[in-house]
């Protein structure tokens, strides 16, 4: 009787445990499905955010950390692409040449130095041929004008383009119009500027300049200040923002407003670095580059070139304004400069006098 029970109570505590033993199976396989639903959504929310893959980029440019190049340009850029990338493409910038010279900021997009350039594309003579019809007289006044009507040409033609093919165009933009600063001598006329010696920004303006008797003075904006003040020159060809970021309202007496040129500028990334990010990063970096950041840094010149001629008109400039009279000789004094430029392209095989032509019907004036 002992040995039946024992045979009993055996074959119970044999069923129990097997019991267990099922349900430790079946809860285990319930935690791993959940744990795995649980991933799987995790990884269908990272999805749905971006890439999950963050990149850190170098932004390199010449302009100093202060100047409105930096902290209403760059710095609206790399806020914007941080913020349309969830965080994952982070832009640091470096200012002041701190990675390249200032003729070397395209380079160094390029060859992949930086990431990213930003400078002055006459620094860089010849290399640009058809851009440089936005230096030609008498195109714009505005940045904001002139940035558009850059974009709007970089758009239409396919050898302005062609120009950036290293590179990922993130803006194209320009500068107010250029005027006249002298010391001494006010310039009311085209036979005032006979004899002096004016420092010029590009080939484009030494060309008229030496057509109105001028002596055309090549040197870097940052070296204008003491070159104005010690009177190595007697003026110089600039942008109105420029008396303001380099000081200039301090050493030049009068101010000529003709409109007499532009500046440009370029904002470029390293191809290899923009097809390195993922599609939903570069999709973000499209929505900002181009048009939309031409045109921040058309306005933010524009605000800086008010605020230069207040702190001109300050510090006891003269501005005087040529009427629609006087600049019809200035007009035809400048006139073969414009005809040698599209004779140039058109000898180069580039479509000079379309672009050109296209230009001035873009442009407000």
């Known amino acids: 009787m002992k040995r039946r029970n024992l045979w009993l109570i055996s074959l119970l505590l044999l069923i129990g445990m097997t019991v267990l033993a099922s349900c430790s199976e079946d809860t285990g396989g319930s935690e791993s499905s959940a744990e795995e639903g649980e991933a799987d959504t995790a990884e269908d929310s990272g999805n749905a955010e971006g890439s999950g893959e963050s990149r850190e980029l170098a932004f390199s440019h010449l302009f100093p950390n202060n100047h409105v190049m930096e902290t209403d340009v760059v710095q ?46 006459s620094y860089n003579p010849g290399q640009f041929p058809l851009t440089s019809v936005m230096e030609l007289p008498f195109m714009e ?27 990922v165009p993130l803006w194209l933009s320009t500068s107010e119009a250029g005027q006249i600063f002298t010391v001494g001598e006010q310039v009311k006329s085209v036979e005032d500027l006979e004899g002096m ?5 590009s080939p484009e303006v030494n060309a008229w300049l030496e057509e109105m008797g001028a002596t055309p003075v ?38 000529t407003v003709g409109d007499f ?21 570069r999709q973000a970096v499209d929505e900002i580059r181009g048009e939309h950041m031409s045109q921040v840094a058309g306005e933010a010149i524009d605000a800086r070139s008010e605020e230069a001629v207040q702190a001109a008109e ?42 050109y032509d296209k230009a001035v019907e873009l442009s407000s004036k």
């Open 218 to 255: 090549s040197m870097s904006m940052n070296e204008v200040y003491e070159a104005l003040e010690r009177g190595v020159v007697d003026g110089t060809v600039g942008p109105i923002h420029t008396l303001l970021d380099y000081s200039l309202q301090e050493v030049i007496d009068y101010v």
């Open 141 to 167: 006044e505005t940045g904001t004008e002139g940035s558009q009507v850059l974009w709007d040409l970089y758009e239409e033609f396919p050898e302005l383009q062609d120009e950036y093919s290293d590179v």
């Open 76 to 121: 609206v850029f790399v806020d914007e692409v941080q913020e349309a990338t969830n965080g994952e493409v982070q832009v640091e910038s470096y200012p002041g040449a701190q990675l390249a010279a200032p003729d070397g900021q395209y380079e160094a997009a390029t060859t992949g130095v930086a990431d990213m350039g930003f400078s002055v594309h």
């Open 314 to 355: 300050e510090a006891g400039a003269e501005f005087y304004e040529l009427s629609e009279e006087e600049l019809q000789e200035w007009k035809e004094k400048m006139q073969p400069t414009i005809d040698a430029w599209i004779q140039d392209k058109e000898d180069s095989g580039l479509p000079g006098q379309d672009v």
């Open 261 to 281: 040129y532009m500046t440009t500028f370029f904002g470029v990334m390293n191809q290899e670095s923009y097809d390195s990010l993922s599609e939903e990063q």
């Open 197 to 201: 010696r004016i420092r010029s920004p």
